[in-house]
């Protein structure tokens, strides 16, 4: 799986031409894909894929990123072998496919994924960063999972949990602006009702002018004028991970 000849240039940066440079395992009941820093480390991350899956190159590259930043980092699909979203697909039908794949019940996954980086890697302090779909598990796992030391939620879709926001883990919320899917109305809520009842560490930060999607964008995508924005995103993401693991 690996592309030796053309290495992630992971540090902070776009995503060039690069096959991935981790590999595809099998873990219990589901596939991941998994990718590991240069030296050894019992720091993890666990990656929560958007609806278009856990083999869109994107978000792989977002794990090699962080494996270049010193973390073991894992992508498992989610979806235990069920079809990704595809953009050509009818949105029309996005509702009934969505209903299939609930944000909220992923914790036998997340649980076999614990224990395959305790276990195999070697794993002792264990984050979580997800993405829209992911962003929203990322919530429900910082409301209820013990064993996670910290979370980033990047364009979660807040809705999905809008009635809970005791979390148990420091925890950092990444919106854009201009986001069509999670209404800024939204996020001034959740910021309220974290304010009344959060005891831990929480961060909330709107970046001007983006759109959903902006930190795990490829490169092709990318206005010079965003750019500044989606470094500063993807630093902030890794600058929490480094606080709290």
Known sequence: MANESRPCPCDIGDR??????????????????????PASTDK???????????????????????????????????????EAWKP?????????????????KIDKEVDVTLKY?????????????????????VQHLMLKNPHLKTGVSLYGVIKFFEDRSSL???????????????????????EQKLKQNCKVDYEVKVYPGQTHGFVHRKREDINPQDKPYIEEGRKDMINWLNKYL
Request: glycine share 10%; charged share 20%; with cysteine.
């Open 44 to 82: 993890a991350v666990v990656v929560i894929h958007d609806i278009f899956g856990w083999q869109l190159p994107n978000t792989r590259y977002m794990a090699d990123m962080l494996a270049a930043n010193g973390y073991i980092a894992i992508c498992p699909d989610f979806f235990v072998g069920q």
């Open 168 to 190: 148990l883990h420091p925890t950092f919320f990444i919106f854009a602006e201009k986001d069509d899917y999670v209404p800024l109305e939204q996020v001034t809520l959740l």
């Open 88 to 104: 050509s697909n009818d949105w029309a039908s996005f509702d009934d496919w969505l209903k299939t794949r609930n944000a909220s």
């Open 117 to 137: 980086l305790s276990e195999q890697c070697g794993a002792k302090k264990i984050g979580v960063i997800g993405f829209c779909w992911g962003g929203a598990a």
């Open 16 to 37: 060039f031409d690069y096959g991935g440079r981790g590999q595809e395992v099998q873990v219990e009941h589901i596939k991941a894909y998994v990718s590991k820093p």
